[in-house]
C-alpha cells in the first residue's frame, strides 16, 4: 500500500522536474518585464538629450494622460481595421487551402511543394518585405511604371499618399505573410478530424460543401478559435510593417499608426512611464479581446486559453 | 532511411552556423595581437610615438562613410582591415556606425556616452561625429573635451571659417569640435534642361530665373509646363529656408515656427498644386533621386558641396553627374546645411591620435587641397579655398568643369550665427513629414500642423506647444 503511494508520488516529482525549464524562461523573459512594465508605468521617466528626468512617482498621470488623448483610440483603430483588411483573406484563402490539401479525394499532386511555397513569405523578415514593397510601389517604382505602361493609369498613383492605400498595403503584406502559417495550422486540426465522419457522411450522400459547413468547420473551432486569437494578438501588436512602409511616422495623418509604433515613438526618449503605461493597457486590451472572442466561439467549452504563438516583448 | 540523412544533413548545417558564428568573433579578436610585426614602416613617427603609450583601440562613432573615406584615403599611414576596421601604427581603428535617421545615430551613441565612465578602456568611444542640427546637444555637455585639452591652439585653427567654430563652442566660450568641410549651399541645376526649358545653361542666365522667390516659383511652372519637375521635393529648398529663420526652433521649452516655415509651407503648396515639385521624401529611392538621372526629370537640387560630390550617384555611370551635367548657381537665397564635425569623448584612451587626426583632416593645407582636387569638397581652410577659387586647372567634374569655390566661399563668408537647437533634427524631419498631409491636400492646415507638434513632443516630452 505506502509503496505504490510513494511511486505516485515519484511520478508528481518527474512532472514538476520537467517543467522547472518553463516556468524558469517564463519568470525571467516574460513575468518579470510584465511586472516591472507595470511598475514602471507610475514614474515619470525619460531622457532629455543626454540628461536623465526621473524616475518620479506620479500614480496613475501617465494612464491618465494617454487616455485622455483621443489620439490612443485612433491608434487602436487603424491597428484592428488594418488587422481585419489582413485578416479576413487570411482565414478564407486558409480555410480553402487546407480543405483542398487534407481532401483525399482530390489526391492533390506535389502537396509539399505547395505547402513549402505558401509559407515561405514567413521567412523573410517582416522589415525586409516592407522595405521591398515601399520600393515596388514607390511613385517611380516598378508598379507604377507597369500601371502606366500598361496604359491603365494615366500617371502614377500615389500609393504612400492615400490612407487606404497604405492600409490596404499593410494589410496585404500581413495576408501574404501568415496565410501559409495559418494553412498549416487549420490543416492540423482537419487532419485530427476522424476520417470515418467524412466516410459516413458521403455515403449519406452529403455533397463536399455540405461536408464542409455541417462536419469540418464544427470539429474545427478549437482550432479555430486558437487561431483568431494568436493572429488577434500578433495583429494588436503589428509594428514592423506599418513602421518601415511609412518611415515611421504612420501618415498620412498617421492613419497608419499602430499602437506599437506609437510605444515606439516615446521610446526615442527613453520615456518608460508613458511606454510602460502604454504597454499596460494594451495588455488589458489584448485580454478583453481575446475573451471576447473565446466566449464568443466557444460558448459551453470550459478549457483555458492556450498559449498565444507571439507573445508582447513588453 | 532518407529522413535520417535529412537530419544529420540539417544538424551538421546547424552546427557549423554555429561553429561559424565563433570563427567570425574569435578571429576579429585574436587579429589585434597577431599582427604587429610588418606594419610600423610607413606611419608617421609622431602618432607612433604617441600610440604607443596610450590605448590600443581607437573607437569612432560616424552615420556613413563619408569622414571614414577622408581618413582611409588622406590620414597618413591608416591601412584598412574591411569597411568598419583598421590600423593606424598598432592601434586598431573600429568604425561604429549607425544610420543617422530618425535620431538612431544619436539614440546609440548617448546609451554608449552614458556608458562612457564605467567602459573598459578599449571600449570607450575615442571620437564621435556630430552633425548641424544636433551639435549643440553634445557640445554643451561633459561628453566632449574641449580642443584645448588636447593641445590644438587657436593658431592651428585660424584659417578655419568663424560659423564652424561658433557652432561648436559651448556656453563657457569653449570650443569642442572641429569640421573639414563648409557647407554654405547652392542650387544645383540640370543642364540639359536648362537649354531645354531657357535655351542657356549658363551660371549667370540661370540665376536670372531663380534669383528670388517670387522669380523661383514663376520659373518653377515654366519648368512644369515642359515636362520637368523643379524640384524632387519640397525638403530640397526646405534647408534654405531653416537657414534663414527668425528664431530658434525650441525658445524656453516652447516650440517654435518661424515666419521662414510658413512662407516654406505656402510656396511649397502653390508649386505642388501647379505641379511643379515631387512629394518625395528626402533621400528616398527611387523617388527622391531619381532625378540624378536624365530620365527623373527634375530641374534641380539644393544643396552644399558635400551633396554634390557625396550623394549625386557620380559613381554610376548613367548618372547626370557622371556625365557632368550639372551646374551650380546661387539661388534664391544663400544658405547653408549640415556640416559634420569631429567631437573627442571625454574619457578617451587615445588623445594624442585624436588630436593629430582633428589636426591632418581638418587643417593641414596639403592634405585638405587633395581632397577639394579629389573630392570636390568645400574644405574649412580659407587661404586653401581662396587659392583654388582663382585657379583655373581646378574645377568640379559633376558640374561640367564649373568651379564652384568662389560661390561657395562667398556664402560661407556670409553665415554668420546659426540659430541652432538640440533639437533640431526632430524639428526638421517631423514638419517635413507633417506638411507633406498639407500639401498634398489630406489634411487642412491647422491639423497637419497639430501633427506635427503631437510629434516632436512624443520624441522630446520636455518640450510644450
Redesign the interface.
Known amino acids: 500500500m505506502n509503496g505504490k503511494k510513494s511511486k505516485v508520488v515519484e511520478y508528481n516529482k518527474w512532472g514538476y522536474i520537467f517543467l522547472i525549464p518553463f516556468v524558469v524562461v517564463y519568470l525571467v523573459f516574460s513575468f518579470i518585464p510584465l511586472v516591472t512594465t507595470i511598475y514602471n508605468s507610475f514614474f515619470e521617466n525619460?531622457?532629455?538629450?543626454?540628461t536623465q528626468?526621473g524616475p518620479n512617482f506620479i500614480g496613475i498621470k501617465n494612464y491618465v494622460t494617454l487616455l485622455s488623448n483621443p489620439?490612443l483610440w485612433q491608434y487602436l483603430k487603424n491597428t484592428m481595421i488594418m488587422w481585419i483588411l489582413g485578416f479576413v483573406p487570411q482565414i478564407f484563402f486558409s480555410l480553402l487551402l487546407s480543405a483542398w490539401f487534407t481532401d483525399p479525394s482530390l489526391r492533390l499532386k506535389a502537396q509539399g511543394f505547395f505547402k513549402t511555397v505558401i509559407y515561405l513569405p514567413n521567412l523573410i523578415m517582416a522589415s525586409a518585405f516592407s522595405m521591398l514593397f515601399f520600393?515596388l510601389f514607390?511613385?517611380?517604382?516598378p508598379i507604377n511604371s507597369i500601371l502606366v505602361n500598361l496604359g491603365i493609369i494615366s500617371k502614377p498613383y500615389?500609393f504612400m499618399?492615400n490612407?487606404w492605400s497604405v492600409r490596404g498595403l499593410v494589410a496585404f503584406m500581413n495576408f501574404v505573410m501568415w496565410f501559409g502559417n495559418t494553412t498549416i495550422l487549420l490543416m492540423a486540426g482537419m487532419m485530427g478530424i476522424d476520417p470515418n465522419l467524412f466516410e459516413a457522411a458521403s455515403v449519406d450522400g452529403a455533397t463536399a460543401t455540405e461536408i464542409f459547413w455541417k462536419i469540418t468547420l464544427p470539429l474545427l473551432r478549437p482550432i479555430l478559435v486558437y487561431v483568431v486569437i494568436t493572429s488577434l494578438i500578433g495583429g494588436l501588436q503589428m509594428f514592423d510593417v506599418p513602421q518601415i512602409l511609412t518611415?515611421?511616422?504612420g501618415?498620412?495623418?498617421?492613419c497608419a499608426m499602430t499602437l506599437i509604433m506609437?510605444l515606439n515613438?516615446?521610446l526615442?526618449?527613453k520615456?518608460f512611464g508613458?511606454g510602460g503605461a502604454l504597454s499596460v493597457i494594451l495588455f488589458v486590451v489584448t485580454g478583453i479581446l481575446s475573451l471576447l472572442v473565446f466566449r464568443v466561439q466557444n460558448p459551453r467549452e470550459d478549457r483555458g486559453t492556450r498559449k498565444p504563438r507571439r507573445r508582447a516583448h513588453d | 532511411m532518407k529522413k535520417r540523412t535529412l537530419s544529420i544533413l540539417l544538424s551538421a548545417i546547424l552546427a557549423m552556423g554555429v561553429l561559424a558564428g565563433c570563427g567570425g568573433g574569435s578571429t576579429a579578436s585574436n587579429a589585434e595581437p597577431a599582427k604587429e610585426e610588418a606594419t610600423e614602416e610607413a606611419t608617421e613617427e609622431a602618432t607612433e610615438e604617441a600610440a604607443s603609450e596610450e590605448g590600443k583601440v581607437l573607437n569612432i562613432y560616424v552615420w556613413n562613410e563619408e569622414f571614414r573615406d577622408r581618413v582611409v584615403e588622406y590620414y597618413p599611414g591608416y591601412e584598412k582591415t574591411d569597411d568598419t576596421h583598421g590600423k593606424i601604427g598598432d592601434v586598431e581603428v573600429v568604425w561604429n556606425v549607425t544610420p543617422n535617421q530618425d535620431n538612431a545615430y544619436q539614440n546609440h551613441l548617448d546609451e554608449n556616452l552614458l556608458k562612457q565612465a564605467d567602459a573598459a578602456a578599449d571600449d570607450k568611444i575615442d571620437m564621435f561625429l556630430v552633425e548641424a542640427d544636433y551639435a549643440i546637444k553634445y557640445v554643451d555637455t561633459e561628453y566632449t573635451l574641449p580642443l584645448s585639452d588636447l593641445g590644438i591652439t587657436d593658431a592651428d585653427l585660424s584659417k578655419q571659417f568663424q560659423y564652424t567654430k561658433d557652432t561648436v563652442t559651448d556656453s563657457n566660450g569653449q570650443l569642442k569640435g572641429i569640421s573639414w568641410q563648409g557647407c554654405p549651399g547652392v542650387l544645383i541645376y540640370n543642364r540639359e534642361a536648362a537649354k531645354e526649358i531657357f535655351g542657356t545653361d549658363d551660371p549667370d542666365a540661370v540665376q536670372e530665373k531663380v534669383k528670388d522667390w517670387d522669380t523661383f516659383i514663376a520659373s518653377a511652372k515654366e519648368v512644369a509646363s515642359k515636362g520637368y519637375k523643379m524640384c524632387a521635393s519640397p525638403d530640397d529648398y526646405y534647408r534654405v529656408f531653416d537657414f534663414n529663420k527668425e528664431n530658434k526652433n525650441v525658445e524656453d521649452g516652447k516650440i517654435v515656427i518661424s515666419p521662414a516655415f510658413e512662407k516654406w509651407i505656402s510656396i511649397s503648396k502653390e508649386l505642388y498644386d501647379a505641379g511643379a515639385i515631387g512629394m518625395a521624401n528626402l533621400w528616398a529611392e527611387p523617388d527622391w533621386s531619381q532625378g540624378f538621372y536624365p530620365d527623373g526629370k527634375v530641374f534641380c537640387y539644393f544643396g552644399p558641396a558635400w551633396l554634390i560630390d557625396f550623394c549625386m550617384k557620380a559613381e554610376d555611370e548613367t548618372s547626370i553627374a557622371a556625365k557632368g551635367g550639372w551646374g551650380a548657381t546661387e539661388g534664391p537665397q544663400g544658405f547653408a546645411w549640415g556640416g559634420t564635425w569631429l567631437c573627442a569623448a571625454q574619457g578617451t584612451d587615445n588623445p594624442s591620435l585624436v588630436k593629430d587626426i582633428m589636426l591632418k583632416i581638418c587643417t593641414d593645407d596639403e592634405i585638405m587641397k587633395k581632397i577639394t582636387v579629389e573630392k570636390n569638397d568645400f574644405v574649412n581652410n580659407k587661404p586653401v579655398m581662396e587659392e583654388m577659387a582663382a585657379d583655373e586647372n581646378y574645377h568640379s567634374a559633376v558640374l561640367g568643369g564649373q568651379n564652384p569655390l568662389g560661390m561657395f566661399l562667398a556664402g560661407a563668408e556670409n553665415i554668420s550665427e546659426l540659430k541652432i537647437t538640440a533639437y533640431d533634427q526632430t524639428f526638421t524631419e517631423t514638419i517635413q513629414a507633417a506638411m507633406k498631409d498639407y500639401f498634398q491636400g489630406n489634411l487642412p492646415l491647422d491639423k497637419a500642423l497639430d501633427n506635427f507638434y503631437k510629434g516632436v513632443v512624443e520624441k522630446h516630452p520636455e518640450l510644450t506647444y
Not at chain 1, 525619460?46 to 543626454?50: D, F, N, P, S, V
Not at chain 1, 501618415?251 to 498617421?254: I, L, T
Open positions: 525619460y531622457r532629455a538629450g543626454l528626468i489620439d520600393t514607390a511613385d517611380s517604382g500615389q499618399m490612407v518611415n515611421g511616422n501618415n498620412p495623418d498617421r506609437y515613438r516615446h526615442y526618449s520615456n508613458i
